[in-house]
Nanobody, 125 residues
């Protein structure tokens, strides 16, 4: 059974940094993807970043390029989302999601069968 657990959210001032962690287990093959999504109140869930384990590729939404970095620690089965230069519009609940049979990285919700419980990120102005 695939499981994902997020941690690392919190309250930070604009311009600050946070690092989110997604610890995962249960993937049978190496062709999987771990992605980060976020959902602000009254808005749809949007893709933020994706790590494709198949070839190590990374993907970012335009709104976070140059500010967020996704990477994986294989020894710890953890994917991190380093968020720098945070803005108030980054405030949302952040979710990690897993696709156990990914060949490309996708920042839409439909391929992801497994989701974590979410962690709140609040950026004050």
């Amino acid at each position: 059974e695939v499981q994902l657990v997020e941690s690392g959210g919190g309250l930070v001032q604009a311009g600050g940094s946070l690092r989110l962690s997604c610890t995962f287990s249960g993937f049978t093959f190496n062709d999987y993807a771990i992605a980060w999504f976020r959902q602000a109140p009254g808005k749809e869930r949007e893709g933020v970043s994706c790590f494709l384990n198949t070839d190590g590729s990374t993907y970012y939404a335009d709104s976070v390029k140059g500010r967020f970095t996704i990477n994986r620690d294989g020894a710890k089965n953890t994917v991190y989302l380093q968020m720098d230069d945070l803005k108030p519009e980054d405030t949302a609940v952040y979710y990690c999601a897993g696709d156990p049979s990914a060949r490309i990285g996708i920042l839409e919700t439909w391929p992801y069968d497994y989701w974590g419980q979410g962690t709140q990120v609040t950026v004050s102005s």
